[in-house]
T-cell receptor
Framework: EVQLVESGGGLVQPGGSLRISCLAS????????MIWVRQAPGKGLEWVAYILGPGSPTTYADSVRGRFIVSRDNARNSLFLEMNNLRVEDTGVYYCARDSWGGGQVVGGIDYWGQGVEVAVST | EVVLTQSPGTLYLSPGERATLSCRPS??????LAWYQQRPGQPPRLLIY???KRAPGTPPRFTGTGSGTEFTLTISSLEPEDFAIYYC???????????FGQGTRLEMK
């Protein structure tokens, strides 16, 4: 069974940093491209970052480029998002998700999502 | 950057009725277009990918159509569990970027 479990969320002050993680299981993690998506309270979905299976290249939404870094440790089936210089508008639920469009997978789309981790940026 | 415009913002229908949701990309996109359902307190669930292919477990009442600058998700006969928020989403370029529409809320009349 495919599972994605996020961790590491919490409350941080504006300008602070936070690292969130996602532990994957039930599939060959290194073969899949992965993304982070966030959702501000009461708002829609916003793509944040993308990473290829081997770890490079990566891409970012304009709103986080230069502040956030996505990385992965394929030996530990883990995905990370390092968030720096956090702003109030970064508050929300952050989802780790599997991108099955790449890599010649049978099924496309963002086909598996974690339950999400809450990040709150506030004084 | 691709902007996806979904309409209507909210759709009021009754169980058994047909729902038609629109997603208009600008500029045009290829068929890396997907639809998701999100219920309160839950992560999104993939329904349709590549514009028309049903994801495993998607009931046949959900149909995706369209290409280029106009895509549609049709729910042929609404079940009570279908009342939720629906998002379209695209992937494009290399390395890829992604974008989501603002969502259509499907509410029970």
């Amino acid at each position: 069974e495919v599972q994605l479990v996020e961790s590491g969320g919490g409350l941080v002050q504006p300008g602070g940093s936070l690292r969130i993680s996602c532990l994957a299981s039930g599939f060959p993690f290194s073969a899949y491209e992965m993304i982070w998506v966030r959702q501000a309270p009461g708002k829609g979905l916003e793509w944040v970052a993308y990473i290829l299976g081997p770890g490079s290249p990566t891409t970012y939404a304009d709103s986080v480029r230069g502040r956030f870094i996505v990385s992965r440790d394929n030996a530990r089936n883990s995905l990370f998002l390092e968030m720096n210089n956090l702003r109030v508008e970064d508050t929300g639920v952050y989802y780790c998700a599997r991108d099955s469009w790449g890599g010649g997978q049978v099924v496309g789309g963002i086909d598996y999502w974690g339950q999400g981790v809450e990040v709150a940026v506030s004084t | 950057e691709v902007v996806l415009t979904q309409s209507p913002g909210t759709l009021y229908l009754s169980p058994g009725e047909r729902a038609t949701l629109s997603c208009r990309p600008s500029p045009t996109v290829d068929n890396y277009l997907a639809w998701y359902q999100q219920r309160p307190g839950q992560p999104p669930r993939l329904l349709i990918y590549d514009a028309w292919k049903r994801a495993p477990g998607t009931p046949p009442r959900f149909t995706g159509t369209g290409s280029g600058t106009e895509f549609t998700l049709t729910i042929s006969s609404l079940e009570p569990e279908d009342f939720a928020i629906y998002y379209c989403q695209q992937r494009g370029g290399w390395p890829p970027g992604f974008s989501f529409g603002q969502g259509t809320r499907l509410e029970m009349k």
